[in-house]
């Protein structure tokens, strides 16, 4: 009789082709490679970024650039280069062009200003349009060469998109637009134009019904819930008043009285005359137990 | 001798001594009267007239020993019995006085070191270092460049009595650890790399460390760190 092995039976014998593929193993592997391309995506965008934030400082191509008016090739590739950027970015960028003593904004070729004196706060003064006197730490003035480029730099910055770049989807997304040629124009076009000139009375009226609808429509109000064109009339009526007012405390019969009145309330300490006798009864039952 | 000039003489003295005493620990060959060079020595080779020391002169290059390149070489294998060349080479340790190091900056400073071949680049910032400048060190390799800045040299932390001696182990020794305590490499305790002894060293990823403290039960007493 041949003698029983007592060995386990080995999985893979040799004569077997590759064991089946456990479905569970297959699915982890699966996720484990879904996530790891995922992080090799997000690495391959912040070296994008870098290599990106690289060419920034290399920018303006030309040293006699004028930042209000770029070069239009420098303005495309300034806009290809910055469109992965996040905020944040832009912020090293700033800190970068600032290490290489260069005007933040990328499209300016000259140094930014720089104070001879110390201290740590400049103060700025108001300007014509109006904007008050700030007070400012010296190291933000630094980093730009003229109020305009700090202006457009910052133009840049609002339209940049707080998503980080891996995590976008469909495509560039928004195109970001410059602040060139006519600065001015630029950021008071935003602005809403009040003419000075009151308007007639039927076209106020036309006016507001339609601020008012779009206002409703904002705020998900229907329709049918009340009249949302109605508006509340305020009128703030004064108080009669009859007499003087006069300080508490100092009127009533209590004026003179006590001492431990707290603005003319006394506060009821005593305790009736007549209940001392029980509480005394109780106190005993209390020591009793 | 302008008093500034004379204090930042000083400070620089000191972050010169400790950079050569840091090179002589992690095995480059570096005479001791190399390292103890007085003040008043080391102002009279590196200072100008004015008293300011002149940061471009004091760079250097060190060629690493015989026990550091043997150290660093892997040990033959049945499958490679010829072990490749040793994963260490010289080193040059630049010092830099800008107030911001930024990308450029460190940039030139990997092109220098490729451009000679030296296998480690130490740049020793005197201002504050930009976290983009940071970023681009990974994608120098295999150049390897590590970033002080002056104010970590001021003094030799190994030299504080807080803190154990740290001894790196060659793949060899690795190896034999491993075995003798019968574990993965991933079960060892860690270690970063960014650790400030584990900086010193100039530890890399997937090193081990052998840190010996004093251990008033037993005289002395070995851990071992895995630098991730």
Redesign the interface.
Known sequence: MKPKSILKKSTNSSNSSSPPVNPRDQRNLDIALHHARLIQQQKDA??QI?EA??AL?ELPSSPQADPAHPSEGDVVQFKSLITPFQPSDYD??I??R???DLCGYALCPRPPKKDKLGGKMRIVPGSSDGSPARIVPRSQLEIWCSEDCARRALYVKVQLNEEPAWTRRGGLGTDISLMVDQPEAAHTMALPIRSKKPLPEDLVQENMSQDMAALALERGEKPTSGNPFRLLSSDVAEKMSVKPPVAPGSHGKNDTSTHSAIEGYEPKTGKPPIANHKVDEDDDQDWGI | MSEEGGREALKLWRVWRTTRQMCRDRGYEIMDNEIDVSLDEFKHHYCESNGYPDRKRMAFTLRPSDAMMAKYTDPPTPRHPEPGPPAIGTVFVEFNG?E??????L?TFAHYIDEQHHYTGIFIAAGKI????L??IP?VLPAILEVFKEDELLVNITMHELVPKHVLLSKEEKAKLLERYRLKESQLPRIQTTDPVAKYLGLRRGQVVKIIRKSETAGRYASYRWAI
Not at chain 2, 100 to 105: D, E, M, R, S
Not at chain 2, 130 to 133: C, E, I, L, N, T
């Open positions: 912040e070296a870098l934030l690289e400082l090293s960028l800190e970068e600032h290490a290489a | 800008d911001t190091v930024g990308i450029k900056q940039r930009s976290p983009s400048a970023k681009i994608t």
